[in-house]
């Protein structure tokens, strides 16, 4: 799907960046709704139970820092290099499993320093905006997804 979408090219992703082609937010923003959708109806049916890691702002910083590296380094993200690898491209293949192998290796090497220190920090739980809020799934989701949608209207209407 990423490939159908564009998503995989690398002058698509540095359109994101710059501002000038939206394909790859519409396709976040398409998933993100879908699979919120699809999830909570599974949920709320009692087809699944939810296993939710508890989250930090620590977490989230490193977490971005090594998403950012990546990204600025080679262009792509996770997901998209699965994409690219797929294609073929040699950059994704090469440069993008190298950094997957690489991170991925050193961050297991520094965990046990890590764990108890910077991934502690602003810890917030498995909290969730329903929990949060203290109110049915759907009243959040519901309102979300009808706010991403008129998002992806607007971005297409924009051009």
Same mark, same amino acid.
């Given at each position: 799907?990423?490939?159908?979408?564009?998503?995989?090219?690398?002058?698509?992703?540095?359109?994101?960046?710059?501002?000038?082609?939206?394909?790859?937010?519409?396709?976040?923003?398409?998933?993100?709704?879908? /699979?919120?959708? /699809?999830?909570?109806?599974? #949920?709320?049916?009692?087809? %699944?139970?939810?296993?939710? #890691?508890?989250?930090?702002?620590?977490?989230?910083?490193?977490?971005?820092?090594?998403?950012? %590296?990546?990204?600025?380094?080679?262009?792509?993200?996770?997901?998209?290099? *699965?994409?690219?690898?797929? &294609?073929?491209?040699?950059? *994704?293949?090469?440069?993008?499993?190298? /950094?997957?192998?690489?991170?991925?290796?050193?961050? *297991?090497?520094?965990?046990? #320093?890590?764990? &108890?220190?910077?991934? #502690?920090?602003?810890?917030?739980?498995?909290?969730?905006?329903?929990?949060?809020?203290?109110? &049915?799934?759907?009243?959040?989701?519901?309102?979300?997804?009808?706010?991403?949608?008129?998002?992806?209207?607007?971005?297409?209407? *924009?051009?």
């Amino acid at each position: 799907m990423l490939h159908k979408g564009g998503a995989t090219k690398y002058d698509v992703i540095v359109g994101q960046l710059l501002l000038t082609d939206f394909t790859v937010l519409k396709i976040i923003l398409s998933a993100v709704v879908t /699979g919120m959708i /699809g999830v909570y109806f599974m #949920k709320s049916m009692g087809w %699944i139970q939810l296993s939710l #890691k508890k989250g930090s702002v620590g977490k989230n910083i490193l977490g971005a820092i090594i998403f950012g %590296i990546g990204f600025a380094v080679l262009g792509y993200c996770p997901g998209t290099i *699965a994409g690219a690898i797929g &294609n073929g491209y040699l950059d *994704a293949t090469v440069g993008g499993l190298a /950094g997957i192998v690489l991170g991925t290796w050193i961050f *297991a090497i520094w965990y046990p #320093k890590l764990k &108890n220190g910077i991934l #502690k920090k602003g810890d917030f739980g498995d909290i969730t905006l329903p929990r949060l809020f203290k109110v &049915n799934d759907w009243v959040i989701v519901v309102p979300v997804s009808v706010l991403i949608i008129l998002i992806l209207v607007w971005i297409e209407k *924009a051009g």
